[in-house]
């Protein structure tokens, strides 16, 4: 339990422990958790994560449908049933962090895709901005979540992605489309201001006339245990039926088409990568693929291989897991077929995700790809799991973004 301060008699807790989306809960001073009382309980959509006791009154923050949001614990009567009243942040869909709390203020760290990170200061009545990070303005871009049904088979599961675009944007199927997901570990992927692969700032791609999704798959912890787990092991391949739903659904609505479409995944996230572009290398025009496992045969061997095995299953295990495991792993699928520009960025030095897998992924698919499109391997010689620190982070970063706009075929001059 998340123990978040005292209030009217009561110390308040969150309880993630008998329900993992999380209840609210209050025990009267001098009793003992036998006397709790469950004041608001959870919902499927909503995460209770962290809260804080200001000017005698709770507040709490929870994660809706894939975005933070702050509320304050209201009663209907002096003595009526809790609940959450809103309290508004700087943007509806966005990600909010609690920094401390002094004696009269709260401290909350924001950023959405159109607002860049911030310090706000909450006296309970107002709230201001300490510091942001930038003064660029996307009030104008249009953010929408939107949701599709999965692609996978006897599965009618809704997925939620969030499109970020230019207000005027038509449907004309020419839309350059950045797209991002992770999908595993039961990590939860709020909106970001920055594409946290490709470093791609979301407004100025957006407002240069490309389309940004960004991908609440399973195998995420966004709504809760279940969310996970039916994305991981023996359920791994639903997280790429979950994005290849996605990217069929933008094309099917006119946005774009397969030759404008580049997808972006780190770790988790660059295993999701290059097993899509194996899956179904007709869908994207340009991979970007950081720090990836893509032997998922060999890598129950690496250092960490009892901390992957726990999220994917253990090929060793029996020959159904390893049937399983073969049918996807990235490295095993590669075909001799056309393939999208890939581009494959791995450190020399990472001992999270050793290096062959990329280098072993990179040669075969230089190997077997009929296409006159460039498969390209980018090792940091000090690159750890990472992209690199310091001036070599920033030369990756721009190295992935030119090589996107290489392949999608977008102008040098700021113009799509």
């Known amino acids: 339990m998340r123990y978040l301060g005292t209030t009217d008699g009561r110390r308040w807790f969150i309880d993630q422990q008998n329900e993992a989306m999380g209840d609210l809960i209050g025990i009267p001073m001098g009793e003992d958790i036998s006397s709790a009382v469950r004041e608001v309980k959870a919902e499927n959509s909503r995460k209770l994560n ?65 607002d860049s990170p911030m310090v706000l200061a909450f006296d309970g009545s107002k ?82 006339g490309g389309i940004y999704i960004h991908a609440n798959i399973r195998g995420g912890g966004e709504f809760g245990p279940a969310w996970h787990e039916n994305g991981m092991g023996m359920h791994k391949k639903n997280v790429f039926y979950d994005f290849i739903a996605i990217t069929e659904k933008i094309i099917a609505d006119g946005w774009t088409r397969p030759e404008r479409i580049a997808i972006s995944g780190m770790s988790n996230g660059g295993l999701l990568v290059t097993t899509l572009v194996t899956m179904r290398p007709d869908l994207f025009g340009c991979v970007i693929s950081s720090v990836a496992l893509t032997d998922m045969v060999r890598f129950a061997a690496d250092d960490r291989g009892p901390m992957y095995i726990t999220e994917y299953g253990n090929p060793q295990e029996s020959e159904d897991s390893l049937k399983y495991l073969l049918s996807y792993s990235p490295y095993h699928n590669i075909r001799e077929i056309p393939y999208p520009s890939v581009y494959i960025q791995t450190g020399a030095c990472d001992n999270n995700v050793p290096p062959y897998h990329s280098k072993k992924f990179a040669a075969r698919m230089q190997e077997r790809n009929t296409s006159e499109n460039p498969v390209l391997l980018r090792v940091l010689k000090y690159g750890s799991h990472d992209s690199g620190t310091g001036e070599e982070y920033w030369e990756t970063a721009a190295e992935m973004q030119l090589f996107i706009e290489k392949a999608l075929g977008i102008c040098q001059k700021g113009k799509r």
């Open 50 to 114: 962290e809260g804080f006791v200001l000017n005698g009154k709770l507040y709490v923050i929870a994660m809706e449908n894939a975005a933070d949001r702050l509320f304050s614990l209201e009663r209907s009567d002096d003595a009526g049933s809790a609940f959450l009243q809103p309290v508004p942040l700087p943007g509806e869909m966005g990600e909010a962090l609690l920094l401390g709390v002094s004696q009269d203020e709260s401290f909350i760290k924001f950023q959405s895709f159109v």
């Open 127 to 208: 709230m201001k901005t300490l510091h942001k990070s930038s003064d660029c303005d996307y009030s104008d871009l249009v953010v929408e979540q939107r949701w599709v049904e999965t692609a996978a088979e006897q599965d009618d599961t809704l997925i939620p992605y969030y499109m970020i675009r230019r207000s005027d944007a038509k449907p004309d199927g020419n839309t350059p489309v950045l797209m991002y997901a992770y999908g595993g570990y039961n990590v939860s992927e709020m909106p970001f201001f920055d594409n946290i692969v490709t470093s791609n700032n979301v407004g100025e791609w957006v407002k240069a």
